[in-house]
C-alpha cells in the first residue's frame, strides 16, 4: 500500500543554517504531494505542495521538489529561523482526493539562537 | 481566514466513560475529519464526512463513530473511553476534493 516515510526527529539546527528534511514515498498511480506544518500550539497548516514530477512547490522560503525518479519529496531551505521551530508532516494522496491523505510520522524542527 | 474551532485543548476522562469531541468550522464547507496524531505514527483518519448525515470509515475507526447533524458541526464520539485511545485528536475541514484541509488546533485527550 501507500505510505511515507520522514527522516526521524528532533532535528536541531542554529539559526541561518541549512535545512533537509527527507521524505520519501510508496504509491501506485501519481500522487499529490504535501508538506504541513504545525507550530506550538497550533494546527497543522499547508506549507507548499506539488501534484506532478518535477513540480517544485515553495512558500516562506522552503522548497520541496516532486522527484518520481528517487520517489522523494525533500523539504529544503536555505536559512532558518527561530521561528521555523515546528513539526513538519510530510503527506500524499492519490489524485485529486483529500479523503485518504497519507501521512509521514512528522518530523520536529528545534532551531536555536 | 477559515477557523476550525475545538471545543477543548485538553480533556481528562475515565475508562468507560462516553466522551464526545466538538469541532466547528465557520467556512461553509463540505468535507470534515476526524484524525489522531500519536508520537512516531503521524495522523491516522478515524472518519470523514463529506456532507451533512454522511460519514465514511477513515483507517482506524474502531471504538469511536461521528455525527453529523449540521454542515458546520462534526462531532467524534467515544462510546466507552479506553486508555489505548489516549492521544492528540486533530479536526479538519475543505471546501472540496483536491483542496488543501484547515486544522483546529487539537483536544488532548487522557483516558484515566
Known amino acids: 500500500g501507500n505510505s511515507v516515510t520522514q527522516m526521524e526527529g528532533p532535528v536541531t539546527l542554529s539559526e541561518e543554517a541549512f535545512l533537509t528534511i527527507n521524505c520519501t514515498y510508496t504509491?501506485?498511480?501519481?500522487?499529490?504531494l504535501f508538506w504541513y506544518v504545525q507550530y506550538p500550539g497550533e494546527g497543522l497548516q499547508l506549507l507548499l505542495k506539488a501534484t506532478k514530477a518535477d513540480d517544485k512547490g515553495s512558500n516562506k522560503g522552503f522548497e520541496a521538489t516532486y522527484r518520481k525518479e528517487t520517489t522523494s519529496f525533500h523539504l529544503e531551505k536555505g536559512s532558518v529561523q527561530v521561528s521555523d521551530s515546528a513539526v513538519y508532516f510530510c503527506a500524499l494522496s492519490e489524485g485529486d482526493s483529500n479523503y485518504q491523505l497519507i501521512w509521514g510520522a512528522g518530523t520536529k524542527l528545534i532551531i536555536k539562537p | 481566514d477559515v477557523k476550525v474551532t475545538q471545543s477543548s485543548r485538553y480533556l481528562v476522562k475515565r475508562t468507560g466513560e462516553k466522551v464526545f469531541l466538538e469541532c466547528v468550522q465557520d467556512?461553509?464547507?463540505?468535507?470534515m475529519f476526524w484524525y489522531r496524531q500519536d508520537p512516531g505514527l503521524g495522523l491516522r483518519l478515524i472518519y470523514f464526512s463529506y456532507d451533512v448525515k454522511m460519514k465514511e470509515k477513515g483507517d482506524i475507526p474502531e471504538g469511536y463513530s461521528v455525527s453529523r447533524e449540521k454542515k458546520e458541526r462534526f462531532s467524534l464520539i467515544l462510546e466507552s473511553a479506553s486508555t489505548n485511545q489516549t492521544s492528540m485528536y486533530l479536526c479538519a475541514s475543505s471546501p472540496g476534493e483536491g483542496v488543501k484541509l484547515f486544522f483546529g488546533s487539537g483536544t488532548q485527550l487522557s483516558v484515566l
Open positions: 467556512m461553509d464547507h463540505e468535507n
Open positions: 504509491a501506485t498511480g501519481y500522487p499529490s
